[in-house]
């Protein structure tokens, strides 16, 4: 398995084409990706054509530990992501006082499992 992260606080600085294009690339090439929308804003998810509004499961919901990766999945155009919303927004207050909070999808076994099983890369988006 090999991780691509896209992470930079600026906006407007391609991100979200960046992770969107390299997926679809990796795809190409018979690559099976997971692009991994970390963005409270969920620009990946909307770029997509997912409405991230409506969603209840969500990669907040996966940190949170109340649903599987398996649960967050959604296939749009041959690619796997985990969506976004703006529920994001208010992860870093809340696990603000989790020791090695800004380790959490890396430990998170129910995340690294499934992904070390099935995807070939795994494409975050972040700020």
């Known amino acids: 398995m090999q991780i691509i992260a896209l992470i930079n606080q600026k906006g407007g600085v391609g991100k979200t084409t960046c992770a969107i294009n390299i997926g679809a690339g990796l795809n190409k ?3 099976r990706v997971l692009l991994i929308d970390l963005d409270p804003q969920a620009h990946l998810t909307y770029s997509l054509g997912i409405p991230a509004h409506e969603l209840n499961n969500t990669v907040y919901e996966l940190l949170k ?3 599987t990766l398996k649960e ?21 207050i809340e696990f603000s006082g989790v020791a090695g909070r800004e380790f ?19 494409i975050f988006r972040a700020d």
Not at 72 to 84: C, D, E, G, Q, Y
């Open 29 to 31: 090439l018979r690559k």
């Open 72 to 92: 967050t999945i959604i296939k749009r155009n041959s690619l796997f992501l985990v969506p976004s919303s703006l529920n994001l927004s208010g992860a870093e």
């Open 65 to 67: 530990g109340t649903v």
């Open 104 to 122: 959490l999808l890396r430990s998170d076994r129910r995340i690294s499992t499934r992904t070390k099983r099935g995807y070939k890369r795994n």
